[in-house]
Every structure is written in C-alpha cells, then in structure tokens.
C-alpha cells in the first residue's frame, strides 16, 4: 500500500464510531494508513490537521479532512462507491438509521456501557469528558439504570426487526444503517469483557445479525504515525466541490466557526468553501501542512462568523 495515495483512519481502538468506519472500510475491501490519536484531549497532531476538531473518527484522503462519520461514510461512498453502503431496498434510508443510532439510542448504549463501570483509574477520562460534555461520573452513574433499561428495549426491537428472516436491517446485504446500530452492540463489549453473549443469549435474530455485521472485517489497516498523516496532506492539494446556499447568510470565502452541538471543544476556523443543507467545507491553512479542506456534515454542527 502506497501510504501517500491512501486513505488514513484517525481512530482508536475503543471508539465506537470509529468501528463504524473500520467496517465500512471492510465492506468496501479497501487498506488504509491507521493512525491512532489519544483518547483524551490534548490531540495537537491530529489538531493540525484538522484545525482543532478532536473528535474520533477523522478520515483523511490526502488534503482533504473529513470530520464525524457521517461526512467520512459520504466520502467513502463517493471516492469507493461500490460495494455501495446504502443498499436496495433500503437505500438512502440507511441514512435515517444511522441517524438514529446516533442521536438518544447512543446515549442508551453508553450508559449501558459504561455506567457500571468504576472511576477509579479512570480519572483524567472522566475529567476529559466533564469538560467536553458535561459528563459528571456521579450524575451519569445515578442515570445508568434507566439509560440500559432504554438500550435493551431498543435491542428487543431490534431482534423484533430481524425476525422477519431478514439478513441484515435495510434487505440481504449490509449498509450503512447496520454499521451505526452494530457499533451499539459492539460498545458493549467493555462490560462482558468482550463477550457479547449475554446480550444477544435470549435474541436469536440480534445475534445471527450480529455475527454477520463483524464477519465484515476491518479491511486492511496498515499502522501510520501522525507525522506521516500530516505529510500525505503536506504533498497533497484540497478538493472542494460545492457552494454555498443561496439564503444561508453567509458568503463563498467568509471566515467562520464550527463547532459541535453538545460540546465544549474549541470550534474550527476557516473560510468557507461550501455550505449546503448536506455539507459544510472550510479552507484553512497550517505551516505543517499548507491548505487542507475540513469537511463536516450539515447535521449536529454549528456555523457562525468568525
């Protein structure tokens, strides 16, 4: 694998998001750089890159930074459209499931995850997310219970879902929306200590589903520091494809913030290169790495004048 000419994967090990994009890359048979940042801020290399968005999953194709998954699925679709991740029948409605597993679905699986889990050793983790989320160990314990009470109804759904004999949520071949809701299941691991049979013991369809989803794979990831990273974006030009809406308010080169609803982390500065009811792309410009384009999806984030 040429690691200049490559995809890279921003990720690591235990996000759940970032399993989404593993799969997708298994999905579509394609190697990439791997890349892992820290879990906890401070994340000055991947910052670089994307001008300070901390977030995991970050894709990178060449000068051109993707940001949240759901602007990393897009760019696989379009760079690696077949085998495609949205299906017949489903189709774009894979879209409307991963929407869903990411919104209080995702927040069921993590109190379900993680809730009864100690603090103890944990502690820069749990300050990391106080700061970025507001996430207070006490309170999130104390709403623990009824967060795995939601997930595991959401599970029975689920298993109700794929009773029909159906092999994967959108029909007989995987997609986008089976990847979001697997990476529920799979998050779940850091309870069972990598177990998930006592989840899916008494959901035959959950389980069947499941084993397929992760029969996908990962693709085929080859390890890549940061500085290799910021080089590929170093010898690279941006790709920009796009404009900006009529009616949005705001003006192709205007300088601007995004940041993240939910999230205290610091927003990304940049100009505008495209704003659409889909899409959000800033030109910004590092020492280490000259112009790069920062991508981002229209939903969950927050634009304003710089």
Not at 167 to 188: E, I, K, R, V
């Given at each position: 694998?040429?690691?200049?000419?490559?995809?890279?994967?921003?990720?690591?090990?235990?996000?759940?998001?970032?399993?989404?994009?593993?799969?997708?890359?298994?999905?579509?048979?394609?190697?990439?750089?791997?890349?892992?940042?820290?879990?906890?801020?401070?994340?000055?290399?991947?910052?670089?890159?994307?001008?300070?968005?901390?977030?995991?999953?970050?894709?990178?194709?060449?000068?051109?930074?993707?940001?949240?998954?759901?602007?990393?699925?897009?760019?696989?679709?379009?760079?690696?459209?077949?085998?495609?991740?949205?299906?017949?029948?489903?189709?774009?409605?894979?879209?409307?499931?991963?929407?869903?597993?990411?919104?209080?679905?995702?927040?069921?699986?993590?109190?379900?995850?993680?809730?009864?889990?100690?603090?103890?050793?944990?502690?820069?983790?749990?300050?990391?997310?106080?700061?970025?989320?507001?996430?207070?160990?006490?309170?999130?314990?104390?709403?623990a219970p009824h967060l795995a009470a939601q997930f595991e109804a959401h599970l029975a759904n689920l298993?109700?879902?794929?009773?029909?004999?159906?092999?994967?949520?959108?029909?007989?071949?995987?997609?986008?929306?089976?990847?979001?809701?697997?990476?529920?299941?799979?998050?779940?691991?850091?309870?069972?200590?990598?177990?998930?049979?006592?989840?899916?013991?008494?959901?035959?369809?959950?389980?069947?589903?499941a084993q397929r989803v992760a029969d996908i794979g990962h693709g085929r990831p080859v390890p890549m520091?940061?500085?290799?990273?910021?080089?590929?974006?170093?010898?690279?030009?941006?790709?920009?494809?796009?404009?900006?809406?009529?009616?949005?308010?705001?003006?192709?080169?205007?300088?601007?913030?995004?940041s993240q609803e939910g999230s205290n982390d610091a927003p990304t500065a940049g100009r505008l290169a495209?704003?659409?009811?889909?899409?959000?792309?800033?030109?910004?410009?590092?020492?280490?790495?000259?112009?790069?384009?920062?991508?981002?999806?229209?939903?969950?984030?927050?634009?304003?004048?710089?």
């Open positions: 694998m040429d690691a200049m000419t490559s995809l890279i994967l921003h990720h690591y090990p235990t996000s759940p998001w970032a399993e989404v994009l593993r799969l997708a890359m298994g999905l579509k048979g394609l190697g990439y750089g791997s890349v892992e940042p820290p879990v906890i801020c401070p994340k000055p290399r991947l910052a670089v890159l994307t001008g300070g968005y901390v977030r995991v999953p970050v894709l990178q194709n060449g000068a051109d930074i993707f940001c949240d998954t759901a602007a990393a699925i897009d760019a696989l679709e379009t760079l690696h459209p077949d085998p495609t991740l949205f299906p017949a029948p489903a189709g774009q409605g894979h879209r409307l499931l991963a929407q869903l597993a990411q919104g209080p679905v995702f927040f069921w699986a993590v109190g379900a995850a993680m809730g009864a889990l100690p603090t103890e050793g944990m502690e820069e983790f749990w300050a990391d997310r106080e700061a970025r989320f507001g996430m207070k160990p006490a309170a999130f314990r104390a709403m298993d109700m879902a794929l009773s029909d004999g159906r092999a994967f949520l959108g029909g007989d071949a995987p997609g986008h929306g089976d990847l979001a809701h697997y990476q529920l299941l799979w998050f779940q691991k850091a309870r069972f200590g990598g177990d998930l049979s006592p989840i899916v013991a008494d959901r035959p369809h959950l389980g069947a589903w520091d940061a500085e290799g990273a910021i080089a590929v974006a170093r010898a690279a030009e941006p790709t920009v494809r796009g404009v900006v809406s009529p009616g949005s308010g705001f003006e192709a080169g205007q300088e601007v913030l995004v495209v704003l659409t009811d889909r899409r959000i792309t800033l030109l910004r410009d590092h020492p280490e790495t000259g112009a790069v384009a920062v991508h981002f999806p229209r939903l969950g984030q927050i634009i304003r004048p710089a």
